[in-house]
């Protein structure tokens, strides 16, 4: 996949985590890579970008094992980032679902059409 | 993990990282690691979580905003201004003075400048989100001062938490310098200066040039027009969503690593390479000017035109 579209959407994949919760950021890789083949490599830059980027801001809180985890929290910039990706996503995933499936959703029915068109 | 710890420094420091941008990096890996052996990872898993540190220090020099960390000495501080909500416009007038514009981690924007005794004759100001620096006009024999006593030099730091919706440079001869600039609409017009852009992103670029050379490095645009007479154009490592329009008379181009919707080029007899320069579409002209675009990959480029009079047009 392009490099710059796989970013852009895993940035709308961090940002949507922060929107409903504070998290540490190990807990984003977690829930992330849940879903998605993504790891350290490809979230922490975007996360640490996006927080320089005054997206986030961060705060220590102590964890039951002991050591404090630095926590993402998003700002209200951020926030209004969030919408304008969201609205941007949804409209082009949107237009993708209605071009791929235009032929119905059935792969049976798609290639019966395929066979009898090209035999 | 500790070999992923030390290699993730090493990688960093090889990459111009910063002291204090290394250390908070690794405090938080130390973090995230620590967190991970917590929840019971095996060392295969955690090695698959935190990758391969030579990547993850690429990609972090890709990403982390290029913020300017040290001060030349002979600048001092002129003014500082917090920025106010709302859209922001920089409108920037000169003649011969040098300037750098670059990103600061702080929340002001601030001005410096070499000859802290030579600034009566330029106005500064920061009025309803828009930063102003003009020379004023001149005559007689003030006119002639720059010339016993050198020129004055500027540079401006920007948050790097701040967008500026318009941005306009114009100047005479003054060489200039752009380093990871976020504007929306960006508007550069010289005639003999030189000017650098470094990892800015700059949505809609137009510039205009007589004389004065134009080098571009890892940035990203929306689109870019670009017109020179003389002077010459290097891009290279950046990606331009729209279109990327050249117009040059007798200036050379070079194009290198880059990737754009529409190729606009058009050359009187300046010649234009591209090497690993991948438009979609691709409109050519030139009078005597050579055209030669060669690319590693093969991905189709349709070519709307392509006109020379006696140039050579060439696509490998």
């Known amino acids: 996949m392009n490099a710059q579209f796989k970013?852009?959407?895993?940035?709308?994949?961090?940002?949507?985590?922060?929107?409903?919760?504070d998290l540490y950021g190990y807990l984003i890789i977690q829930k992330l890579s849940e879903f998605i083949d993504v790891n350290d490599n490809t979230i922490y830059p975007i996360l640490r970008r996006l927080t320089l980027e005054g997206y986030f801001e961060t705060y220590l809180e102590e964890s039951r094992e002991g050591a404090p985890r630095k926590y993402y929290q998003m700002t209200q910039k951020g926030f209004e980032y969030y919408l304008i990706l969201r609205e941007e996503w949804n409209a082009f995933i949107g237009g993708v679902y209605q071009i791929i499936n235009q032929g119905g959703k059935k792969n049976e029915e798609i290639y019966r059409r395929f066979k009898t068109r090209t035999e | 993990m500790k070999k992923f710890i030390d290699d993730l420094k090493q990688e960093l420091s090889k990459r111009g990282m910063s002291e204090a941008e290394i250390t908070e990096i690794i405090a938080d890996h130390e973090e995230m690691i620590s967190a991970a052996i917590q929840e019971g990872l095996s060392e295969e898993e955690l090695v698959s979580k935190f990758g391969d540190p030579?990547?993850?220090?690429?990609?972090?020099?890709?990403?982390?905003?290029?913020?300017?960390?040290?001060?030349?000495?002979?600048?001092?501080?002129?003014?500082?201004?917090?920025?106010?909500?709302?859209k922001q416009?920089?409108?920037?007038?000169?003649?011969?003075?040098?300037?750098?514009?670059?990103?600061?981690?702080?929340?002001?924007?601030?001005?410096?400048?070499?000859?802290?005794?030579?600034l009566t004759p330029y106005q500064l100001s920061y009025d309803n989100g828009t930063l102003q620096l003009k020379r004023n006009k001149e005559g007689g024999i003030i006119s002639f001062i720059p010339f016993r006593f050198g020129e004055v030099s500027f540079k401006i730091g920007f948050p790097m938490t701040m967008t500026i919706a318009d941005f306009s440079h114009t100047s005479?001869?003054?060489?200039?310098?752009?380093?990871?600039?976020?504007?929306?609409?960006?508007?550069?017009?010289?005639t003999n200066g030189d000017v650098q852009i470094d990892s800015a992103k700059l949505?809609?670029?137009?510039?205009?040039?007589?004389?004065?050379?134009?080098?571009?490095?890892?940035?990203?645009?929306?689109?870019?027009?670009?017109?020179?007479?003389?002077?010459?154009?290097?891009?290279?490592?950046?990606?331009?969503?729209?279109?990327?329009?050249?117009?040059?008379?007798?200036?050379?181009?070079?194009?290198?690593?880059?990737?754009?919707?529409?190729?606009?080029?058009?050359?009187?007899?300046?010649?234009?390479?591209?090497?690993?320069?991948?438009p979609q579409k691709a409109s050519l002209k030139s009078v005597s000017g050579d055209i030669l675009i060669c690319n590693q990959e093969q991905k189709p480029i349709q070519v709307i035109r392509s006109h020379s009079v006696s140039g050579e047009i060439q696509i490998q």
């Not at chain 2, 870019?224 to 279109?243: K, R």
Request: glycine share 6%; net charge negative; with cysteine.
């Open chain 1, 7 to 21: 970013r852009g959407i895993i940035e709308l994949c961090v940002l949507s985590t922060l929107a409903e919760a």
């Open chain 2, 54 to 86: 030579k990547h993850l220090a690429d990609e972090l020099a890709g990403e982390t905003p290029k913020v300017k960390q040290d001060m030349d000495d002979e600048f001092s501080l002129w003014q500082e201004f917090t920025p106010t909500d709302g």
């Open chain 2, 89 to 118: 416009t920089v409108e920037v007038k000169l003649v011969s003075e040098d300037i750098e514009y670059y990103l600061t981690k702080k929340n002001q924007i601030e001005v410096y400048a070499n000859r802290p005794k030579r």
């Open chain 2, 172 to 190: 005479v001869n003054s060489d200039v310098e752009i380093a990871g600039i976020h504007a929306e609409r960006f508007k550069l017009v010289t």
């Open chain 2, 203 to 278: 949505g809609d670029a137009t510039w205009n040039t007589v004389n004065g050379d134009i080098q571009v490095h890892s940035s990203q645009f929306k689109s870019i027009a670009s017109t020179q007479v003389s002077g010459d154009f290097e891009l290279h490592d950046s990606s331009i969503s729209e279109t990327l329009k050249i117009h040059t008379v007798s200036g050379d181009a070079k194009i290198e690593n880059c990737d754009c919707d529409l190729l606009d080029l058009e050359s009187v007899s300046g010649d234009v390479v591209g090497k690993n320069l991948y």
